[in-house]
């Protein structure tokens, strides 16, 4: 089995794990254990959606992107940032804070989502989002650097 049927496979697991988990959080009524099925169920519609795209990266080659999307991907990303920053040290106080362990569960499992979150988004800016972007060095180099015939007619 290549790698692309692998990715759209577990996409599909992941999809139908999605399915159950959400419709097992909609029938309880205890609100922490239904967060967290729902949670769950998220996560693994987010795996869902990470398998395709590895299947489109692993089919097809992708655009580039602009220097204007890269701006606004960076924008956001560090927006977000600084944002899940805050709140990781939001949950650090509610951590030490609080002797219900009910409380520090959740609280932990948040504080964790944060750190990962913060650690991704810096690494999608700078493994695809500032690599895959089309900057006029990157259209000199394809047309000079990288050309048999450095911008000649072909040779």
């Given at each position: 089995m290549s790698a692309l049927e692998?990715?759209?496979e577990y996409s599909e697991i992941e999809?139908?794990?999605a399915r159950e988990l959400q419709s097992l959080a909609s029938r309880i009524k205890h609100p922490a254990l239904r967060a967290i099925f729902?949670?769950?169920a998220k996560d693994s519609e987010k795996h869902s959606l990470l398998y395709k795209s590895i299947a489109e990266l692993l089919?097809?080659?992708q655009?580039?992107?602009s220097v204007e999307e890269l701006r606004e991907v960076s924008a956001v990303i560090e927006r977000h940032v600084e944002t899940e920053a805050k709140m990781l040290e939001e949950a650090k106080r509610l951590l030490e804070s609080t002797n219900d362990p009910r409380v520090k569960l959740l609280v932990a499992a948040i504080a964790d989502d944060e750190a990962e979150h913060h650690a991704l988004l810096f690494?999608?800016?700078k493994r695809i989002a500032e690599l895959e972007t089309l900057t006029e060095q990157v259209?000199?180099?394809m047309v000079w650097r990288d050309s048999p015939w450095h911008g000649a007619p072909g040779g």
């Open positions: 692998k990715a759209l999809e139908k794990y729902a949670g769950i089919a097809r080659t655009p580039f992107i690494s999608v800016k259209l000199w180099d």
